[in-house]
């Protein structure tokens, strides 16, 4: 006799009253980095209408934020899962199926080309346009000097520490200190807009209208500009010809200025600041994916660290005041030196 799980249990009786003529099967559709997890609800009468069921257990997540944010969004007309059903106290939502079909996908499927890639790269940066111009201040939480830096924290606590097992010496304690508040600065001193804080290709549906379809925005703030467009262009899940993405960079600044957004008048300025965030967001996302391995057991995310590592890499060797960052991370990850030889 198979035991069913007092939380699934609850799941299906909760969803057996919202569908009380029809029967259905719940098969698992994703997780993330959190507790959430997802499944797709297929009705036994229409095997072609499935939903999606979110099942955020209390006390480790709230879904009330994600509720908000979804409202928040759809009013920008961007393409977030209609919601069909909620449950807030129990922490269970049944909404849209956007699919099962992300942006990474598409995009790392042999047969798509560096044109339709730019096609799906184009719809992005049309939704993230028009959600930047229904930014105001006050509505979502600020992407704060205190948030930046607990998230620039994670490098040395779980990537240096845990990771590689390195104790800093106190000279380069200091300096990392003084490098994530320069960091901060810059970052703070960009013009301010809705942050999705994950606007990458794993959580971009490709869907049949109004593509893409957004998900995972739950943690959305009110912060520096240049942050979804560094998670979008120097995406830590695949790997594009830089050229491409100045490329896309580019069309997206002009877009911007276009439509009135406050983006810098020198593109010189703005693409300063997209790489200076990009410095932050990698410090973050190389200490987010040493936490996942070490503290929950999720080692998938430790294939796509040298990607994050080679893009952080890339920016400090071209600003002089990221030398004392390059030659940590020299330390922390050697790098073969290659020689020539003259006959």
């Known amino acids: 006799m198979t035991h069913t799980p007092p939380r699934i249990e609850q799941l299906h009786n909760w969803l057996a009253r919202q569908l009380p003529d029809t029967g259905f099967t719940l098969t698992p ?17 229409d095997a072609d209408a499935s939903l999606i069921v979110m099942d955020a257990p209390p006390p480790q997540e709230d879904c009330r934020p994600w509720l908000a944010i979804a409202e928040l969004f759809r009013r920008a ?11 807030v106290s129990d922490g269970f939502l049944l909404i849209e199926d956007l699919g099962n079909t992300t942006y990474l996908d ?16 184009a719809d992005a940066i049309g939704a993230l346009l028009a959600l930047q111009a229904a930014s105001r201040p006050n509505v979502l939480p600020d992407y704060s000097a205190a948030l930046l830096r607990r998230e620039l924290m994670l490098f040395p606590e779980w990537y240096i520490a845990r990771h590689k097992g390195i104790a800093l010496a106190p000279a380069e ?3 990392l200190t003084d490098t994530f508040e320069h ?5 703070l001193a960009e013009p301010q807009v809705f942050v999705h804080r994950d606007y990458h290709s794993r959580n971009l549906m490709h869907t049949p209208r109004a593509n893409p379809g957004i998900i995972d925005f739950q943690d959305a703030v009110y912060g520096p500009l240049t942050y979804d467009l560094v998670s979008l262009f120097k995406d830590a899940y695949i790997d594009w010809d830089e050229a491409f993405t100045l490329d896309l960079l580019a069309r997206y600044w002009e877009m911007a200025r276009k439509l009135g957004l406050p983006v810098r008048t020198d593109f010189a300025d703005f693409h300063r600041e997209y790489e200076w965030m990009g ?18 057991g999720k080692d998938g995310y430790l294939a796509d660290m040298p990607r994050v590592m080679r893009h952080l890499r890339k920016t400090c060797e071209r600003y002089h005041a990221f030398g004392p960052l390059l030659k940590l991370l020299d330390r922390l990850e050697p790098t073969p030196l290659e020689y020539g030889y003259t006959f």
Request: proline share 4%; glycine share 2%.
């Open 279 to 296: 410095v932050q967001r990698h410090l973050k996302v190389l200490g987010i994916f040493a936490r996942l391995n070490h503290r929950d």
């Open 173 to 175: 304690a200091a300096m």
């Open 77 to 87: 007309n961007v393409h977030v899962p209609a919601v069909l059903a909620e449950n």
């Open 183 to 187: 960091i901060i600065a810059v970052n």
């Open 29 to 45: 559709a994703s997780s993330d980095a959190s507790f959430r997890r997802y499944f797709r609800l297929s009705r036994n009468a």
């Open 106 to 121: 598409i995009l790392r499927a042999p047969d798509c080309t560096p044109h339709a890639a730019a096609h799906l790269y």
